[in-house]
């Protein structure tokens, strides 16, 4: 079972990215995910989450209304939409498999650097 | 919104002493709801204990969570050196959730 990052990049602020997780060993649509972060030098913040059956995406404060998480069945994949990018979004992204309450699998993340 | 409190902030053993790392919620929590990770330089966190008290798969037994109400601890029992490293709790308050800001265990 594994989780592998892509997508992440220098971007300039105001602008857009997308990242993907792809998941192998297991199928995306029995696990609910989650995107965390980590700024650099910093500590982990939860970033957004998506339910096993899609009903419910749910956001951080600091990225409601930029930020949308989806998927792919077909390609078992999770995605990370960002919009309106601001240097404080700076981070290490990590996509996760959710157990309810706790993230029992993480990918190795991908670097998204804000900046002009 | 739940703050998650970590003491120490720095934590400074040598390999064989016993690790006790604390994190204080900013109101009671269930216990199912609090899990601990590890994570070393240039890794992605790893799973170590949830439901306060569980060990997660391959975790090794020399590592313990125990608490309940706002008081959390993960207790490492004999620190081995690949266990240096920072340790986070994380709570779940549907639906939100939340880190603390880490304890880091490091090489006296």
């Known amino acids: 079972e594994q989780l592998v990052e892509s997508g992440g990049g220098v971007v300039q602020p105001g602008r857009s990215l997308r990242l993907s997780c792809a998941a192998s060993g297991f199928v995306v649509n029995a696990f609910p995910f989650h995107w965390v972060r980590q700024a650099p030098g910093k500590g982990l913040e939860w970033v957004a989450a998506l339910s096993y059956d899609v009903s419910n995406p749910f956001y951080a404060e600091s990225v409601e209304g930029r930020f949308a998480i989806s998927r792919d069945i077909s390609k078992n994949t999770l995605y990370l939409q960002m919009n309106s990018l601001t240097s404080e979004d700076t981070a290490i992204y990590y996509c996760a498999r959710g157990r309810g309450s706790y993230f029992d699998l993480w990918g190795q993340g991908t670097l998204v650097t804000v900046s002009s | 919104e739940i703050v998650l409190t970590q003491s120490p902030g720095t934590l400074s053993l040598s390999p064989g002493e016993r690790a006790s790392l604390s994190c204080r919620t900013s109101?009671?929590?269930?216990?199912?709801?609090l899990a601990w990770y590890q994570q070393k330089p240039g890794q992605a966190p790893r799973l170590l204990i949830y439901g306060a008290s569980n060990r997660a798969t391959d975790i090794p037994d020399r590592f313990s969570g125990s608490g309940s109400g706002t008081d959390f601890t993960l207790t490492i029992s004999r620190l081995e050196p690949e266990d240096f490293a920072v340790y986070y709790c994380q709570h779940y308050g549907g639906p939100s959730w939340t880190f603390g800001q880490g304890t880091n265990v490091e090489i006296k």
């Open positions: 109101q009671s929590v269930g216990s199912s709801y």
